[in-house]
């Protein structure tokens, strides 16, 4: 079943939606973030960031490709000085990722983007596993089939999605596969696939947030800053 979202690809319609984020309740997460591109990191281009909202029930796309810098300097209705780049910086808005360091660090250096207020979910569910099993952290995949909770149906169609997606990056040359998300108008199995893993992480951070120990949500605060600070080097790999 296809999942909903919003496309945003105007200063007006964004300025719209910053308005509406920055009114959401901060007490617990309500931002849930992921980015789609070329070679995403320092040395590629961002093409989309998808924001799922929880409390709006909804996910938006936000096509980076389109609005160019005016993705980070488009100001809220009635919101002076309130833009995308304040709110992805503002370390009082909990913001969850999963695995923030590529996403950081194209942000950081492509868009001059200093994120904060992250919550890194790979981190948080190498936590929450028994200490003989965090030798390794996994990938999403794996943690969406351990702890999403979709039934065998519901995962066959995401597995379908994302296995689209896969195939994109496996045949051909990485750069023609990472072009494919600058193309407009935007294929709709592309889409589904740039937003459908955001739209899972609320579940998967509550799901955590429940059984993390104390000391354990201390590390992941800790070893989240430091996966940050690695868009500041002057190297990345």
Known sequence: MPYEYT???????LASL??????????RPA????????????HGRI??????????????LVDVTVLGEASFTTEGENLPGKTLKSLLE?????KVLFDCRNDSDALYNLYNVDMAGVIDLQLMELATRKRRKRAYVNGLARTIKDYSGLSPEAFAEW??????GKKIFD??????AGLLFEERPLDEKLIQYSIQDATLLPGLYDTFDKVIEPSWRKKVENET???LQLARQTVYY
């Open 7 to 13: 496309l945003i690809d105007t200063p007006q319609a």
């Open 18 to 27: 910053l308005t509406k984020l920055y009114e959401l309740d901060r007490t």
């Open 31 to 42: 931002l849930f973030i992921d980015l789609e591109g070329y070679d995403l990191c320092r």
């Open 47 to 60: 093409a989309l960031i998808t924001i799922h909202a929880s409390p709006l029930a909804m996910t938006y």
């Open 90 to 94: 503002d370390k009082e808005i909990p």
């Open 159 to 164: 597995d379908e999605v994302k296995s689209y």
């Open 171 to 176: 045949t051909g040359d990485p750069e023609t």
């Open 225 to 227: 800053y430091w996966r």
